[in-house]
Nanobody, 118 residues
Framework: QVQLVESGGGLVQAGGSLRLSCAPSVSIFINAMAWYRQAPGSQRELVARITRDGTTNYLDSLKGRFTISRDNAKNTVYLQMNSLKPEDTAVYYC?????????????WGQGTQVTVSS
């Protein structure tokens, strides 16, 4: 059973930074990896995505503050979050797509809470 293991969430003051990490519990070939977030009463939204070759895309409102990166050797994806705002408070979920494009496997992490105080 493959699990995505997340770490790095927590409580931070506005203007601070956090770095989230996510890696699978077993060695698998992962194509795209992403971070989503879900605030109370809101739908889950894509924060940032990165392909295996390093192509990235971001939620427009987060460009310049958040940076997604990955280490293919460690099969790990990171989300560096700077200049955090109270509205960034949410549960952040890691997402991975593995296997062949014709029959991909989708994995989700359990979520890590990020709370930004004003």
């Amino acid at each position: 059973q493959v699990q995505l293991v997340e770490s790095g969430g927590g409580l931070v003051q506005a203007g601070g930074s956090l770095r989230l990490s996510c890696a699978p519990s077993v060695s698998i070939f992962i194509n795209a990896m992403a971070w989503y977030r879900q605030a109370p009463g809101s739908q889950r939204e894509l924060v940032a995505r990165i392909t295996r070759d390093g192509t990235t895309n971001y939620l427009d409102s987060l460009k310049g503050r958040f940076t997604i990166s990955r280490d293919n050797a460690k099969n790990t994806v990171y989300l560096q979050m700077n200049s955090l705002k109270p509205e960034d408070t949410a549960v952040y979920y890691c997402h991975a797509v593995a296997g062949p494009p014709v029959a991909p496997s989708i994995y989700w992490g359990q979520g890590t809470q990020v709370t930004v105080s004003s």
